[in-house]
């Protein structure tokens, strides 16, 4: 667990930066790093990798804060924030953090901080388990039951609804997480998010084209965004193989 989680505001309104600033400034565990008026003039600190949660607001001018987010490879926790309750939907599709409505309140504030602290200390943890140990497989719940799966027999993850479909040779198994949280307990190393709504491991990869992942025996939707990180990816692969 880390001692400061640092985070940054993007909202166009001062008096809704000083509000939700005043809440996180009771919470001794965040450290600020910078507000922004702007959505564009935080994309330089937000691709330094150095923010572990972003607090944005939806409708700014130039470009929203959902338009911001889509443009960037997603590191940090988002914790997406507005007047318009319909925004939750469009929120959670691009897998955010939460959603807070307007007026926010400390409580909810907490909350939502808590969640994102929680994804973050699970991403550190499965790192560190992978690093230090051989396991090839990985233990999910379904239903009321715990399943074990090996890592080299899951073909593809996808998600459904707020849950999550783990495609294997001979069957699919629903899974009682998002597929977010499921992300955060895989090894990073292992697998690509390769659209918001798939997961794929990165040995099963055959191939790439302008709107699918090429694997042996399917083809899986790319999304756009994740398509530079992919190629990078692959690309590093290849190096490795070749010295």
Partial sequence: MKALYTYIIIDDNSIDIKILQSHLSKLPHLKLIQTFSNPIEAIPTIHEGSVDIIFSDIEMPDMTGITLLNSL????????????????????????????????????????????????????????????????????????????????????????????????????????????????????????????????????????????VILENHKIPLGLTYRENIEKVLAEKNNLMNH
């Fill in 73 to 212: 490879e997603k590191n940090s926790q988002v914790i997406l924030i507005s007047n318009h309750p319909h925004y939750a939907l469009d929120a959670f599709e691009i897998d955010v953090t939460d959603f807070i409505q307007k007026p926010v309140s400390f409580q909810r504030v907490l909350k939502s901080v808590s969640r994102a602290i929680d994804v973050i200390n699970s991403k550190d943890k499965s790192t560190k388990e992978v690093s230090t140990s051989n396991d090839d497989f990985i233990l999910l719940k379904s239903g009321r039951e715990l399943l074990k799966f090996k890592l080299n027999d899951i073909i593809y993850i996808e998600a459904f609804a707020s849950f999550t479909k783990v495609h294997t040779l001979n069957k699919t198994t629903l899974i009682s997480e998002s597929i977010s949280e499921l992300h955060s307990k895989l090894p990073q190393d292992f697998f690509l998010r390769i659209h918001k709504s798939y997961l794929v491991p990165l040995q099963k990869i055959v191939g790439i084209s302008t709107k699918n």
